[in-house]
């Protein structure tokens, strides 16, 4: 074999021995369904995790009991939602790599066979050339620019999906909560609306009390009825929506014992500046908004810098019939004549102004937010006050009536309503205290920051959110 050829060949041989292989990762549903029904709040791994991300020991383990920050760590262990912007930002990295990629010298191989020999040598004509391209205008930095502001906006998506989880496992612990405690207090109205029915019943057999008495007892036994199986199936839904946000089966909840005892307490409203301030420095959507437009800035610059074109050096060897040549100069140069894109600015721009506008609206949508919430907020402990008056007094009233019936002058069934009054109590201030909380978490998701410093830190470091 000619060793004009063989050398450019096996140049190219060694430079492709570097090339990376595929590596095939199937999957398959019955896979992914088995990986799903494996997980639970009992492996190892999620212990080291915790253990990592809490910075305590957590012992023993199995926890006895979860409350809602080893919850949310786990739901961020377990989120697919993560999983999904983690992935995300991993195809946003590789992008900026992409983005500074150098551009590769083109190698060629002329080959030329004269039928006629003009030459002393043999008749033809081969070698060896390099098409070098230089890139400029700085375009290479204004691509990995552009590239990495799109990476830190998918790095912050993940702090904002973190946030979303955060919320979700909150919401879903409170509907369980509100559940639980109304079956508990259902529970207990049921008994005592059943005991006073049976009472009138009996009284009905003397004549001491009417029909139209006896349908009213049973309209209100069938209604609490009717409230406590709604209250049972809300605390399942509560349950399977916090298993769904923690990317959980439900049968690896079911067997959990769960403190919920945090949403007894409320906390106070922050000032309106701080409020305002966590909202605007805190809130990752805002920062990822931020920079998208500063990617769209790098774009536009991008865009301006092709108008001035590339430059491609030619070097190269030749043997010509005989003759020994070695090349040096310009491949081309492409001359912006007709275009010098005056389209592709045009459009940059018009992304730049979009994707100012779009932050400048969420901004405004934000500050609204989160005006909205504060003051609700301030509203629902007001109520919430008034309303631990309400059952405070109530309380009192019952035990009035207790006092009265030891002390014969009421009679059983009066003490019953006189109970069933103060369950009737104890559920509106459930549902204040509920209403309240809900209050606290709309304020909280328009800070996207806990209002309680008990609770999980969101602004957490790329290692607790990216495992």
């Known amino acids: 074999m000619n060793t004009h050829l063989f050398r450019p060949l096996m140049l190219a041989c060694v430079v492709l021995t570097g090339c990376a292989s595929y590596q095939p ?28 991300q809490s910075g305590h020991p957590v012992k023993p383990w199995p926890l006895p009991r979860w409350n809602r920050e080893m919850l949310t760590l786990a739901a961020y262990y377990y989120s697919p939602a993560l999983d ?16 500074g990629a150098i551009p590769n010298p083109v190698l060629q191989l002329p080959f030329q ?33 552009q590239a990495s502001h799109l990476s830190e906006a998918a790095r912050l998506n993940i702090r904002s999906e973190a946030w979303k989880t955060h919320s979700q496992v909150r919401d879903a612990l409170l509907n369980l909560f509100a559940a639980r405690k109304r079956t508990a207090l259902l529970t207990q109205k049921v008994a005592v609306q059943q005991h006073i ?46 298993a769904s946000v923690m990317g959980l089966p439900i049968g690896a909840l079911e067997s959990v014992q769960l403190n919920l005892d945090e949403f007894e307490r409320t906390g106070a409203a922050p000032p309106p ?19 998208k437009y500063e990617a769209a800035e790098g774009a536009l610059q991008l865009e301006i810098a092709k108008q001035y074109p590339d430059i491609h050096i030619g070097l190269g060897y030749t043997y010509d019939t005989g003759t020994n040549k070695i ?14 894109n005056e389209g592709g600015i045009a459009q940059a721009e018009a992304k730049r102004a979009e994707a100012a506008a779009r932050t400048a609206a969420l901004q405004d949508k934000i500050i609204n937010d989160l005006d909205h919430a504060l003051d609700h907020y301030r509203t629902s402990l007001n109520v919430l ?33 006189a109970k069933a009054n103060y369950q009737t109590s104890a559920i509106a201030h459930l549902n204040d205290v509920v209403a309240a909380q809900q209050a606290a978490g709309a304020l909280e998701d328009a800070m996207q920051r806990p209002l309680s410093p ?5 602004t957490m470091t790329q290692k607790e959110i990216l495992r």
């Open 25 to 52: 990762k199937p999957i398959t549903p019955t896979q992914l369904a088995k990986n799903f029904e494996q997980r639970t709040l009992t492996n190892d791994a999620l212990r080291a995790y915790l253990v990592r």
């Open 84 to 99: 999904v912007a983690r992935a995300q930002w991993g195809v946003s990295k590789a992008g900026v790599e992409v983005a």
């Open 113 to 145: 066979y004269s039928t006629v020999n003009p030459g002393p040598g043999r008749p033809y004509t081969t070698g060896l050339g390099l098409d070098i391209p230089i890139e400029t205008a700085h375009k290479r930095g204004y691509r990995i620019d």
């Open 197 to 242: 029915l049976d009472m009138m019943k009996k009284r009905e057999t003397v004549g001491e009390t009417a029909e139209p008495d006896i349908n009213l007892a049973v309209r209100v036994l069938g209604q609490a009825q009717t409230d406590l199986v709604a209250a049972g199936s809300a605390s399942q839904d509560a349950l399977a929506r916090l």
């Open 273 to 291: 500046a701080e409020a305002r301030r966590a909202a605007i420095f805190n809130r990752a959507d805002l920062l990822g908004s931020l920079a």
């Open 327 to 340: 090349g040096f100069g310009l491949a081309g140069i492409a001359l912006p004549i007709f275009d010098r």
């Open 385 to 417: 006050r008034l309303s631990t008056v309400r059952l405070s007094t109530a309380h009192k009233q019952l035990r009035s009536q207790a006092a009265s019936f030891a002390a014969g002058a009421i009679d059983r069934p009066a003490l019953a309503q």
């Open 454 to 458: 008990s609770t999980p830190n969101w």
